[in-house]
T-cell receptor, first 115, second 108 residues
Framework: GAGVSQSPSNKVTEKGKDVELRCDPI?????LYWYRQRLGQGLEFLIY????????KSGLPSDRFSAERTGESVSTLTIQRTQQEDSAVYLC?????????????FGQGTRLTVV | GIQVEQSPPDLILQEGANSTLRCNFS?????LQWFHQNPWGQLINLFY???GTKQNGRLSATTVATERYSLLYISSSQTTDSGVYFC??????????FGTGTRLQVFP
């Protein structure tokens, strides 16, 4: 696609439920990143995928968080047994990583509210 | 450790003023980018600037990779420039990490 697309734009869920967030990267981009941004805060790195390499999961805050990516296409971020502290905007970015890293572009984000 | 530091953390300007935002980055961080996060939360690409100087209208950026810093210049600021400015770089060529941001408020 023309840009990074995320869905849903907004999600309200009850505490304890599972949620899935989706990210469609720019076609041809090999790298895909997930970040969390709490209200008024900076971007907190969660996980990134690069081609067929093992993902860097070092930023996932707990084992309730997981993410998958099929090849160089869509990624889903899953949060199990959601807690109120998970409320945030979840941002996805993609870039091309070859000989040197390329410019990264962001989607519009998914605003998650846990009630 | 891996660090991308931005200064100042907050900046308040009157419309028409000029400003300089700074980003310092540690070893192993390169291929700097600048983003503007508007009040609606959207991250807008401003510059992809591994080194040298680029200009786009009232905005320009300079990265001196050998001295590990980048500067973003905003001239003749407008209220629409308000928001948070982030710099980001790649650690070890692949992991994109962000600075803590500079929050800019421009008043008429």
């Amino acid at each position: 696609g023309a840009g990074v697309s995320q869905s849903p734009s907004n999600k309200v869920t009850e505490k304890g439920k599972d949620v899935e967030l989706r990210c469609d990267p720019i076609s041809g981009h090999t790298a895909l990143y997930w970040y969390r941004q709490r209200l008024g805060q900076g971007l907190e790195f969660l996980i990134y995928f690069q081609g067929n390499s093992a993902p860097d999961k070092s930023g996932l805050p707990s084992d309730r968080f997981s993410a998958e990516r099929t090849g160089e296409s869509v990624s889903t971020l899953t949060i199990q047994r959601t807690q109120q502290e998970d409320s945030a905007v979840y941002l996805c970015a993609s870039s091309w990583l070859g000989q040197g890293a390329g410019e990264a572009f962001f989607g519009q984000g998914t605003r998650l509210t846990v009630v | 450790g891996i660090q991308v530091e931005q200064s100042p953390p907050d900046l308040i300007l009157q419309e028409g003023a000029n400003s300089t935002l700074r980003c310092n980055f540690s070893d192993s961080v390169n291929n700097l980018q600048w983003f503007h996060q508007n009040p609606w939360g959207q991250l807008i690409n401003l510059f992809y600037i591994p080194s040298g100087t680029k200009q786009n209208g009232r905005l320009s950026a300079t990265t001196v990779a050998t001295e590990r810093y980048s500067l973003l210049y905003i001239s003749s600021s407008q209220t629409t420039d308000s928001g948070v400015y982030f710099c980001a770089g790649y650690y070890n060529t692949d992991k994109l990490i962000f600075g803590t941001g500079t929050r800019l408020q421009v008043f008429p």
